[in-house]
């Protein structure tokens, strides 16, 4: 087990869809459910003497169900462990029936007891969470509310937080948080990998993950519903190909770049700037005259035109194979009109920033083309509250997929992009990657492997994991703090070169 997202497995799934795997686990290949549980419990134990190695004090929060009594069980190995333990149980001790009544009753026989739970202050080095598991439907109310508040009181003074299967208080189907939630440090998950843990606000409240599949065997999974694909690095592998030795520009794309109103070149000079590091073999960009030329000095591989108002920009329309459009486009005629000629062309387009306001106020399913909104951008969009897309990506993506005939790019934690033939996720990326200017690099890079023959689908997954790899590589160098869009530009030509491990 481990919290590298190399290591986390590749499909992912909806809380039901885990429970329907646990159920086939026990059914139809015969594995017993309380051996199943304490596999849960050993692994949850290991990852947990991983991250906090010296023994201290433990208090396990029990609730009801499995989830209980996987606490049970890891309570039990954590005082033969060292460990001084206490256990807060949140439901009556006799309320646990089957597999779980067999775990309290093993850690009642080795000398445990279960304490009601008092709505105080905790004392423990470390306190573990086994209070709701992946069945959470409703808002956390009454005593599980209180303890949820007392866990994270106890995190904020010094105490380490570990999850068992998912950070009670989170949707495991959508990472939506309820009423109340925990924030953990870890987590310890099992089967099948969550999506609610990895994306919206499951990855601030999980924390590291680790996943163990419980000695599964592979058959368990054939055929079986999930909901995402993980994107990983042998996924770029297997799609970005070295090239040819008698490779030329000419096979590798152009790619238009529209925008950079008045006092705004900034933004489509990153954008051309993360093309040409992706791989682009010509990059032009149609931007504003107070611009253009600075941008051509700066950056002599460029080829930028200086665009006044009403200008017929046919001609560069038509030499391209894609055009990447929006950041720094503004909202006057000067960006109506680039707009409108680029939605008239027939060329695929990667659309952002100014342009998905644009497209906004009008909803025209084109289709031909890759959006790339934020919640914010996604919620007007689609006529809904930024809340309401939060609450469900999957939905809020798979809508606009779906409205505007589209490859729908769905930013922020646990990027999700829904292309014709799958649901994918970005698992990688930083918070130091939440500043202005970091989607517009991203328009580029997937306009550049758009044009290097790769479908919309594919380059608008891969140039989510190539983008999000690129900040994680460069936070890795000098930290999250304080990372410019600029920063990424070496490592995005880095995980561009697939014959890199």
Not at 31 to 57: C, I, K, T
Request: glycine share 12%; with cysteine.
């Amino acid at each position: 087990m481990t919290e590298s997202s190399e290591y986390l497995p590749e499909v992912v799934y909806d809380g039901a869809q885990v429970a329907a795997l646990d159920r086939r686990f026990i059914h139809d290949f015969g594995v017993d459910g309380f051996e199943l549980m304490q596999r849960a419990a050993r692994a949850a134990y290991a990852e947990l003497a991983r991250v906090w190695a010296m023994p201290g004090s433990l208090c396990v929060f029990c609730g009801p169900g499995n989830n209980g009594a996987d606490g049970f069980l890891v309570a039990r190995m954590a005082g033969e462990g060292g460990w001084r333990v206490r256990v807060v149980g949140l439901v009556d001790p006799a309320s646990y029936s089957g597999d779980a009544a067999k775990a309290r009753d093993n850690f009642l026989e080795t000398g445990g007891s279960i304490e009601s739970f008092e709505d105080k202050a905790l004392e423990a080095d470390v306190v573990v969470d086994a209070l709701l598991g992946t069945g959470l439907n409703r808002d956390v109310e009454g005593s599980f509310a209180d303890a949820i508040e007392r866990i994270n009181e106890a995190g904020e003074h010094g105490a380490g937080v570990f999850s068992v299967d998912i950070a009670s208080g989170i949707d495991a189907g959508t990472g939506h948080v309820w009423s109340h939630a925990v924030q953990a440090d870890a987590t310890a998950t099992f089967i099948g990998l969550k999506l609610g843990m990895v994306t919206g606000e499951g990855p601030a409240h999980c924390g590291d993950i680790a996943f163990s599949a419980l000695d599964a065997p592979a058959g368990l999974y054939d055929e079986q519903p999930y909901t995402a694909r993980r994107l990983t690095h042998r996924t770029l592998r297997k799609t970005l190909r070295p090239r040819s030795r008698n490779q030329h520009k000419g096979q590798n794309g152009h790619v238009l770049c529209v925008g950079g109103n008045r006092g705004m070149g900034g933004a489509i000079r990153m954008t051309a700037e993360a093309a040409l590091r992706s791989g682009a073999g010509l990059v032009s960009v149609a931007c504003h005259a107070d611009h253009a030329g600075a941008m051509s000095q700066a950056r002599p591989e460029l080829m930028c035109r200086a665009v006044a108002s009403g200008d017929d920009i046919g001609a560069l329309l038509e030499a391209a194979d894609v055009i990447a459009m929006g950041p720094g486009m503004g909202s006057d005629d000067w960006a109506d009109a680039l707009w409108q000629q680029a939605m008239d062309s027939d060329k695929p387009l990667v659309v952002d920033a100014d342009a998905l306001n644009r497209l906004a106020r009008e909803s025209t399913a084109r289709g031909n083309w890759v959006l790339t909104p934020h919640p914010g951008e996604a919620a007007r969009l689609l006529g809904w509250t930024t809340p309401q897309v939060m609450n469900d990506r999957v939905a809020a993506v798979s809508a606009l997929a779906e409205r505007y005939d589209a490859v729908a790019v769905l930013k922020g934690a646990g990027s999700l992009i829904a292309t014709p033939d799958e649901l994918w996720l970005c698992t990688d990326g930083n918070p130091g990657m939440a500043v202005g200017g970091m989607g517009d690099l991203l328009t580029g890079v997937i306009g550049a492997l758009v044009g290097q023959g790769l479908s919309l689908g594919q380059a608008g997954s891969l140039g989510v994991y190539v983008h999000a790899r690129a900040g994680d590589r460069a936070a890795a160098m000098n930290g999250e703090r304080g990372l410019l869009p600029t920063d990424l530009l070496e490592s995005i030509r880095y995980y561009v070169n697939p014959s890199r491990p």
